[in-house]
């Protein structure tokens, strides 16, 4: 089928970052470099083209962007130096804004302002709905509210309602942009018809993804098993905390002591420890630039580990205030907590370019789906050889 081209794809593109298309003369050794690359996805090279091309329909719904892990093994065999990584990283961006139905995507990966801004907005308006709600629903004077510990019995009922709001909310915007990023790779084209026996045939290799992130090691750079294993301790983390934050919140959240060999300190300590080694390690190896994939690293690619870090620490200092025994201190350090979770939750995760931890896994999953909706064509097509010969 002919496509029609669009010569605004190229700038529309470079606003979400680096994409070196004069640099990029069409030779191929990306490709040829690249262990993730097959015949049905043949990155970055085709991606690059499509883009140079103006062919916006093929873009948006190539899987391909995802299915590079960003190794950076491109960018280092590349002989005219045009940074098929940072390319591919910009591609991921700009197919992250196509996917959200707001529009919040597109301004925030353009704009680290706009991402600073909206995730301290939101910031701001937990502090304020805590204000309220000691003022309002507690009844609390400002006085006391200022220089009196209260615990934190009195809103364990509420804050339970609200944390699974926020993963609610959050799982919202991330199922919206989930089934749009199906709509747009998938029900076009001629994977448009692939029945549904094919999708829940594969439905493994999205969850296989998900948890074990073994596709990463098939890049053979330098040290990329030791990512793989920090990027899993990281994901698992994460996964800890959330199973805990969603389904134990009454058990965990509480002003009891617990001993130090109870479940619910030892699970909460394993969870800290590995938010904090996995983002300590993504930071330290940015700094460091020592890989090509931590050489062009900008504000945007800090913003999740950050996060993270920071929101694995508050909670650590909310625990050891509320231990030693300083109430007040802990109800000041569990705002903050809030003021740095919620945000996160609610914006890096599903709206920053940090949502890549989501469409990695489905498009792994749709390219696996498509594999087998092509595998049972060609062998249609040579049963129909075969009894017409």
């Known amino acids: 089928m002919t496509e029609t081209s669009d010569p605004s794809l190229l700038a529309e593109v470079r606003r979400y970052g680096v994409f070196n298309a004069r640099g990029c003369f069409n030779c191929g050794s990306c490709t040829i470099d690249c262990d993730l690359a097959t015949d049905s996805a043949s990155f970055p090279r085709r991606s690059m083209q499509s883009v140079v091309l103006g062919l916006k329909d093929s873009v948006h719904q190539s899987l391909d962007p995802w299915l590079c892990h960003d190794c950076g093994d491109c960018s280092v065999t590349c002989p005219r130096e045009a940074k098929p990584r940072e390319s591919m990283k910009t591609l991921r961006r700009y197919l992250t804004a ?9 301004r925030i990966c353009r704009s680290p302002a706009w991402e600073i801004g909206a995730l301290s907005f939101v910031a701001g308006l937990v502090l304020v709905l805590i204000i309220l709600y000691h003022l309002y629903i507690e009844h609390l004077e400002l006085s006391v509210f200022r220089s009196t510990a209260m615990g934190l019995e009195h ?18 915007f991330i199922a919206s942009h989930a089934a749009r990023m199906l709509s747009l790779t998938m029900r076009h084209g001629p994977h448009a018809a692939v029945p549904l026996k094919f999708y829940l045939a594969e439905a493994k290799t999205m969850f296989l993804q998900m948890v074990t992130h073994k596709q990463t090691l098939k890049c053979p750079a330098t040290m990329q098993k030791r990512r793989w294993i920090m990027h899993w301790l990281l994901a698992f983390g994460c996964c800890l905390m959330l199973v805990i934050k969603f389904f134990f919140l009454r058990w965990f959240q509480t002003d009891k002591i617990y001993p130090v060999y109870n479940p619910q300190r030892w699970l909460g300590y394993m969870a800290f420890a590995f938010l904090v080694l996995g983002s300590l390690d993504i930071l330290i190896e940015r700094a460091r630039k020592r890989q090509p994939i931590y050489r062009q690293s900008g504000l945007r690619d800090l913003m999740l580990p950050v996060l993270l870090l920071l929101t694995a620490l508050s909670g650590m200092v909310v625990h050891v205030l509320r231990y030693v025994g300083l109430g007040l201190g802990a109800d000041y350090a569990y705002a903050v907590h809030l003021m740095i979770a919620v945000p996160m939750l609610l914006v890096e995760i599903p709206f920053g370019g940090s949502s890549h931890m989501l469409y990695r896994p489905l498009a792994l999953y749709f ?7 092509k595998e049972r064509t060609l062998e249609a097509e040579m049963t129909l050889e075969e009894k017409t010969a």
Do not use: N
């Open 367 to 373: 390219a696996a789906v498509k594999e087998r909706a």
């Open 98 to 106: 196509q996917y959200d139905w707001t529009g919040l995507s597109r």
């Open 155 to 172: 809103m364990f009922g509420r804050i339970t309602y609200f944390t699974v709001a926020v993963f609610l909310l959050s799982a919202f």
